[in-house]
């Protein structure tokens, strides 16, 4: 999914210890509570249905919080803002398809990782597919991920244009207003799906790994997400989850 990034200086002051202690597991199964944030902007990973916070990584938050014996308490942000929120112990974990990176890492821990993917080339049927093809066009970015960063060091482009989410990105690729959109590739294949085949997967640019969010130094709760993922993944519970958004089991292989 989508390898998203924050600003270097806002990991900087997490990594410094800019943050508020975090709970740990035994006071978290205390509670009854795990209280889980996301950007539910970002189908079919997270997103709204009426009330309610669904899809892949929505269930899965879901599973694991069964595992540790509590139930989820959502809440929302906007994806550059998560981790913020979490140095700051305003919820326990952000799954949010966060990109293992060796700059987050400095600022946060991440469990295991729960999917692996990649950032692709998407543009309407008939335009680019590979990055050759991306000289001198205009390309879309959402705002705060590695996708924009990952674009700027491509040679060539005619132009590189954010937007605050992956909607408005594709409306604009759309529209015509950029000639081609860098994003995860199942964000590319919900795109495809959902234009009715208007819009093409080019090149996998590079590939990801990507983990749940939590406070840098909550050991217990590292520990205790990592073995709840390893059940679901050996119950079949994780394999039948992907396999109803996917089709496929996304695990890393």
Known sequence: MKLKTVHTLVLAALALGASASARDLATIKKSGTLVVATEP????????????????EAELAELLAKQLGVKVQWKTSSFDTLLIGLGQGRYDMVIASHGITPERQKAVDFANPHYCSGGVVLSKTGGPKTVADLKGKKVAVQLGTTYATRARSLPGLGGIQTYPNNTDALQALMAGRTEAFITDRFVALEARKKTGGKVQVGQLIFQEKIGIALQKGNKTLVTGINEALKKVQSDGSYKKLSEKYFGEDIRCK
């Open 41 to 56: 902007t970002y189908p079919p990973f997270t997103y709204t249905q009426g009330k309610n916070i669904v899809g892949f």
